[in-house]
């Protein structure tokens, strides 16, 4: 099995026009092993955010190679990638894009039955993670009956539905109290002592940070160890 659960290989990418261009990256390379954890930080604007939306495939590089899970992912089709991420990949971001017309017990089995998972196997898992992050009691509430904490929580059981290899957060816990924010980490450090996932973190909490063991500032397009 392949060590490196994503690569980066001389990524390249810029916005804007030719007179006007920003180079966020220029030949990044960088790896991160299977069952590893690690927090990016940096000033805003350094591309952090950019940095994840590369590995989450959601935007290619100008010039250079993404690998997920050791595949290539610059020549895919979109609906590879869409493959790509569903399988390979969980997605945590600062606000938690729930379906509102969905359940709490929906919106976390909606994408393993998307993706082709039996409707009972789909559900059944759904609430184990539910449980998991502690709302077993909340699975048939709508979104607007959660606290913002509460939703968060829905999400993280979302992205772990499909029992991604890799966790992608950018700021998960940015809009919650002390108390849940500590219980969300405890949950994506715990998955990656117990059951081998990786983690990408964007954040600006620096315990957070710290508490993944190992911490990369974004600076000048390169990634430098803290």
């Not at 595949?71 to 991420?85: G, N």
């Not at 399988?87 to 379906?99: A, C, K, S, V």
Request: charge should be neutral.
């Amino acid at each position: 099995m392949n060590d490196i659960v994503l690569e980066f290989r001389g990524v390249h990418k810029a916005f804007g026009g030719p007179d006007e261009s920003v180079v966020l990256f220029e030949g990044l390379d960088w790896s991160l092993e299977r069952g590893k954890a690690v927090a990016v930080v940096g000033e805003s604007g350094t591309g952090k955010t950019t940095l994840l939306h590369l590995a989450a495939t959601l935007e290619r590089p100008d010039a250079g190679e993404v690998l997920v899970g050791g595949r290539a992912t610059a020549a895919l089709t979109e609906r590879s990638l869409s493959e790509v991420r569903t399988r390979t990949l969980g997605l945590i971001f600062q606000f938690h894009f729930l379906l509102k017309e969905f359940s709490v017990l929906e919106n976390v089995a909606l994408p393993s039955w998307l993706a082709g998972v039996a409707k009972k196997d789909s559900w059944d898992r759904a609430k184990r993670l539910i449980a998991l992050v502690g709302l077993e009691k909340r699975g048939n509430h709508y979104p607007h009956q959660l606290s913002g904490g509460e939703r968060q929580r829905v999400a993280l059981a979302r992205a772990l539905i499909n029992d991604p290899a890799l966790i992608l957060a950018d700021e998960p816990t940015g809009n919650l109290d002390v108390r849940h924010a500590r219980a969300v980490q405890d949950l994506l450090l715990d998955l990656v002592d117990r059951e081998g996932k990786s983690l990408l973190l964007v954040t600006h909490d620096p315990e957070f940070a710290r508490r993944t063991g190992r911490v990369l500032k974004l600076i000048g397009g390169k990634l430098e160890p803290v």
